[in-house]
Structure formats: C-alpha cells, structure tokens
C-alpha cells in the first residue's frame, strides 16, 4: 500500500511568489490533515478535512494561507504571497477517521528567501 | 486548549539501556499516538494507544487515561533509536514538544 504522497519534496521560492503544496492520502482514508513543523512552535495543525469538508482551519496563520481538497484523493495547500517566515516543513497526514490513528507523509520542505 | 507535556526533553543513553518517556496531558482526550521523527524528519507511527497497553518488540507504551498520562518504554536500545520522540493527542492532534534521545555504541 502507498502511505501519503506530498510534493515537491523540497520547494525553495523568493519572497512574494505563490507556493502550492500537494497531498495524496492514503485510499479509503476519510480525514486528512496539513501540519506544520518549525523550530520555534514545533509541529502544530493548520486544517484539517473530514470527507473533503473543512472542519478546523484555525490554525491557518492569515488570509495568505488557503487549503483545498476537490476529492478524496487530492488536497492542496497555497501559500499566496510567501513570506520567509513561512519556512518550514509542512506535513499532509490522513486517517480513517476523525480520532483514529493518524498516518504521516514524508513532508515537503519550504524554504522562502 | 489541550496541554501537552513530554519529560525528559533530552536523554543521552549507552547502546543497551532502558528507558522510559513519558507524555502528560491536560484533558481527557479520544486519541493518543506516539511517533518517532528519524534523522532524516520522517514521523514514524509507533503506537495507537488512547488506553491501555501495547507491545512492539523492545518498545511498548501505556496510557492511564484516568489519570492523563502516557510512557513510553524502550527497552536494550541501539543506535538506530536515535531521534526525537512525540506525544500527539486528540482528534486534530496537538504534540508535545518532543524527547530527543541520542543512544551512542
């Protein structure tokens, strides 16, 4: 079985440019989750989705942040404009279910100058 | 919100050595997992336990809901242990700041 997908792996962009994150999660899971990892706050939940509807977006940082998710099998995560303080590693998870165990990808990490 | 506390916050071991880890909440809680994020940033599932007790070879963990608190025992460890340990709670899952722990041969 293929665990979560994201891409890119990497992604380095210039202050002011649009970023697009990407999430496959695994099949037949219902929920899916986008988390953040730095040093400062460690990892903390930015969305997450429980049958493509967003349940809990407030840990989106600001209006620059936005996230979708069209189908079971895609979601996306747009930083629109980047700042530098938005590097980070951004984790996509996704689980059966709401409350069941959670099932990481290997994330994608954003460096913004 | 949900408070999440891990001790140790560091932890330096012998190949070999026991330890434990433990994880302190501050609410009933529907869902705790316990992860290991490798040298290389991969978060690893290691148990799905909200309560009870379970094994997995040299590790095993259990969670007193009851009385919010969770460990983590990792028994003869080795060198590919190494990392940083997390404690997750809740449905969208809050972490504690992690236990990193160095085993040197």
């Known amino acids: 079985d293929a665990g979560v997908i994201q891409s890119p792996r990497h992604e380095v962009t210039e202050m002011g440019q649009e970023v697009t994150l990407r999430c496959k999660p695994i099949?037949?899971?219902?929920?899916l989750f986008w988390y953040r990892q730095t040093m400062m706050r460690g990892l903390e939940l930015l969305i997450y989705f429980n049958n493509n509807v967003p349940i809990d977006d407030s840990g989106m940082p600001e209006d620059r942040f936005s996230a979708k998710m069209p189908n079971a099998s895609f979601s996306t995560l747009k930083i629109q404009p980047s700042e530098p303080r938005d590097s980070a590693v951004y984790f996509c998870a996704s689980s059966p279910g709401p409350a069941s165990e959670q099932y990481f990808g290997p994330g994608t990490r954003l460096t913004v100058t | 919100g949900i408070q999440v506390e891990q001790s140790p916050p560091d932890l330096i071991l012998q190949e070999g050595a026991n330890s434990t880890l433990r994880c302190n909440f501050s609410d009933s809680v529907n869902n705790l997992q316990w992860f290991h994020q490798n040298p290389w940033g991969q978060l690893i599932n290691l148990f799905y336990i909200p309560s009870g007790t379970k094994q997995n070879g040299r590790l095993s963990a259990t969670t007193v809901a009851t009385e919010r608190y969770s460990l983590l025992y990792i028994s003869s460890s080795q060198t590919t242990d190494s990392g940083v340990y997390f404690c997750?709670?809740?449905?969208?899952?809050?972490f504690g700041k992690g236990t990193t722990l160095s085993v040197s041969s």
């Open positions: 099949s037949g899971h219902n929920s």
């Open positions: 997750a709670v809740d449905a969208a899952l809050i």
